[in-house]
């Protein structure tokens, strides 16, 4: 899943709160109560054009009141339609000298939102603070870790370093967080709708003859490839409803067939719950949403977002003293969000419909129209060329191997995959190196420098 989820943690006799919960403590007792509830079952009345006027007048509201500070406000800008609309709106309630937005790149221009970053700021007069990073980043992973406390993600390292690079010039900043969860803004909501059509062929030939096709497209290591695109649509196509969705969450990292053959038998006898399916469909089955669109972002809203996103957006900005803000996920925005008509967040195929609606009151449709590239990093490639020593020197070294807990075997294949440019398996990678990382740090008491160290001499033949 990336992440752990809600009530679990790595730690025994430890556990989260889920969302929107709290702890109460009376009278020596304690209990967890639920104090908020987010339904999709109420639409707003009125025209399409009504309701999307007031979404803006509800994200502008939110904005306004998210810019109140005795300090001045900074904005965290990627070049994406979230953060760009925020900031555009930031400029138009701000009268005391221009935004001071921050931004990161790569040299890797297929990754690179730089250049709509630079758009926003030239059409609305921002004060740009921009870092080009590359693959040395891997340093930061033990202060990350010490930070989260849980192994990293790599959306955590752009986020770590961003705030950095805002901490220089301000303390409090407003972020595009919680546009794609509120608006469908991920290509696996349409996914769906196109796995419904692609399930018209027979499942027999989906699972036996497709399935291996597929796999023969090459894999190029970029962002949403091909290859993954056409791996993704065939296996999700074998699954129904809640299960589908389950499956399409997990595809790049560890499936059920995959953590079968990562974890050891003996591990998977003590496993309490062996299959994470449950989580997600805790909440797609839930009731209140009727609207396949709505069932997938309610249960983002419900796992993904507090107990992924929303963790590294504080954990990453307080590891610097930052403030961070997200108007997109302001209570009111989220309800409003909430009660507007599927057709207005995914139309047709179009990610975020009502949001993007808003956002062509600010940006040009260069910006709007352009596919999603996402704050990420090129990781896959890196994997392949400056950081492939350091994953064969570590994974030789596997505690979860020397505890009897994974396969190394399974670990091997992974690798020998990925660096023979067979299959991307970066996600994966990256989970496994930093759960080294992490048992290392919180099992065996290895400092953050003692691990910077350590890091270092990975590197080495």
Do not use: C
Not at 340 to 359: I, N
Not at 372 to 390: E, H, N, S, V, Y
């Amino acid at each position: 899943m990336r992440f752990v989820p809600d009530e679990l943690s790595f730690f025994k006799g430890v556990r989260k709160l889920p969302a929107a919960h709290m702890l109460v403590w009376q009278n020596g007792t304690s209990r967890v109560e639920r104090y908020w509830e987010l339904r999709f079952g109420h639409k707003h009345p009125g025209t399409d054009e009504q309701i999307i006027d007031g979404l803006h007048d509800v994200i502008d509201e939110s904005v306004r009141s998210h810019l109140l500070s005795d300090v001045r406000v900074g904005a965290f800008l990627s070049g994406g339609i979230d953060s760009s609309t925020i900031a555009a709106m930031m400029a138009h309630h701000t009268d005391n000298g221009p935004v001071p937005v921050f931004s990161i790149g790569v040299k890797e221009q297929s990754f690179n939102e730089l250049p709509y970053a630079r758009m926003v700021v030239e059409r609305y007069g921002l004060e740009g603070h921009e870092k080009v990073v590359s693959a040395d980043m891997i340093h930061l992973i033990p202060k990350m870790i010490s930070h989260m406390d849980e192994p990293s993600d790599p959306y955590g390292v752009g986020v770590y370093l961003v705030s950095r690079l805002a901490r220089e010039t301000v303390k409090v900043v407003l972020s595009g967080d919680g546009g794609d969860e509120n608006f469908a803004g991920y290509d696996r909501y349409a996914g769906q709708r196109y796995a419904d059509i692609y399930a018209i062929l027979p499942r027999w030939l989906r699972a036996h003859v497709m399935s291996r096709l597929v796999r023969l497209v090459p894999e190029s290591f970029g962002y949403k490839t091909l290859a993954q695109k056409a791996r993704w649509l065939n296996d999700v196509s074998l699954y129904e409803r809640g299960h589908r969705y389950a499956y399409s969450l997990s595809f790049l990292r560890f499936t059920q067939e995959m953590k079968h053959s990562l974890f050891t038998r003996p591990a998977i006898d003590n496993i309490e719950v062996e299959n994470s399916d449950r989580k997600i469909l805790d909440y797609f089955d839930a009731g209140n949403a009727e609207d396949l669109v709505d069932r997938m972002l309610y249960t983002d809203l419900m796992t993904r977002m507090p107990d992924h996103l929303m963790v590294i957006a504080d954990r990453m900005t307080m590891a610097h003293s930052l403030e961070s803000r997200a108007p997109l996920l302001d209570h009111r925005l989220t309800e409003y969000a909430a009660a507007m008509p599927g057709r207005l967040k995914l139309k047709g195929s179009r990610l975020k419909h009502g949001l993007k609606e808003v956002a062509g009151r600010y940006l040009p449709g260069e910006l709007i129209d352009r596919s999603k590239q996402g704050f990420g990093f090129p990781i896959a490639r890196w994997m392949r060329t400056d950081l492939a020593q350091l994953l064969r020197n570590l994974f030789k070294q596997s505690r979860f191997v020397e505890q009897g807990w994974f396969e190394q075997s399974a670990i091997d294949t992974l690798l020998d995959e990925h660096l023979s440019g067979t299959t991307d398996h970066n996600f994966r990678l990256w989970i496994l190196l930093n759960l080294e990382f992490w048992y290392r740090q919180y099992f065996e008491g290895m400092s953050v420098d003692d691990m910077q160290d350590f890091t270092a001499s990975l590197m080495q033949d």
